[in-house]
């Protein structure tokens, strides 16, 4: 708590972090009309991916240096663990927020996580998608994913998250981190698939942006501040204890 008051009271209205965050809209509907490309470079309608099972969606950018490999590895792993399969029980959504980039770049990675998944059904039920502007504007409003390009980098600043959708494509949960309990993954997806809706979730968000390739680390803000935050939680409870302690003592 103390670690996200800090990353609030720091944020400034101008500063990149004020523009990034998520909205969780749930039971909106993703508007089924927006046009991405599939990895072959072929136009689609989302729409067209809805009406058969629950899906996962998960906005990234496949050019980003770390937390969106991150949370594809995560999910991927998460995947391989569930009784439920991509391409029978579900399938997972995932569509790039930079529109420069192509079809090649997500069919690349579409044979890369597909084979780090390892079960058959990978690669019909795992759609890896591009758009252009508009479309992808369209769709992160619609799911309530903000995000921005740091004008210092040009990279992209935006948060981690996975949606579980209905299979007519309403938001049923959000999950705000990049480590996911497949026993969690799998409960969304049966809730899911009844048109049930989850709750919203409470959980610090995780930034991603500035990456020094230079030295292979990130200069991230965010990440020095949820570590201030974190020293800062373990003062308290110190210092709680402290307290709890002394009135023991005195009452004894």
């Not at 996975?162 to 949960?173: E, V």
């Not at 230079?214 to 974190?230: N, Q, V």
């Not at 709680?240 to 004894?252: D, E, K, T, V, Y």
């Amino acid at each position: 708590m103390l670690g996200l008051l800090l990353i609030l009271l720091l944020q400034t209205p101008d500063s990149v972090i004020s523009r990034v965050g998520i909205d969780q809209r749930l039971g909106v509907q993703v508007d089924p009309s927006i046009i991405l490309h599939d990895e072959q470079g072929r136009s689609i309608r989302i729409g067209d991916l809805f009406g058969k099972r629950p899906l996962l969606l998960t906005p990234v950018y496949y050019e980003c240096p770390m937390l969106c490999s991150i949370q594809l590895n995560a999910l991927a792993r998460a995947m391989k663990v569930m009784p439920l399969k991509p391409g029978t029980d579900f399938d997972v959504i995932t569509f790039s927020i930079d529109p420069k980039e192509t079809p090649e770049l997500a069919l690349a990675k579409k044979e890369r996580y597909v084979r780090d998944y390892g079960k058959p059904g990978g690669d019909a039920g795992w759609h890896f998608l591009t758009g252009d502007e508009e479309s992808v504007k369209r769709l992160t409003d619609n799911i309530g994913f903000h995000y921005t390009v740091d004008p210092a980098t040009g990279q992209y600043a935006h948060a981690s998250t996975l949606l579980a959708l209905t299979p007519d494509g309403k938001i049923s949960q959000y999950f705000l981190s990049i480590e996911y309990d497949p026993g969690a993954l799998r409960y969304s997806l049966i809730q899911a698939s009844g048109g049930r809706m989850g709750s919203v979730m409470d959980h610090a968000l995780l930034y991603c942006y500035q990456y020094d390739p230079s030295t292979g680390k990130y200069s991230l803000a965010i990440l020095r501040l949820i570590r201030l935050g974190g020293v800062a939680t373990i003062l308290g409870l110190l210092a709680f204890a402290a307290h709890a302690s002394r009135q023991r003592r005195g009452r004894a």
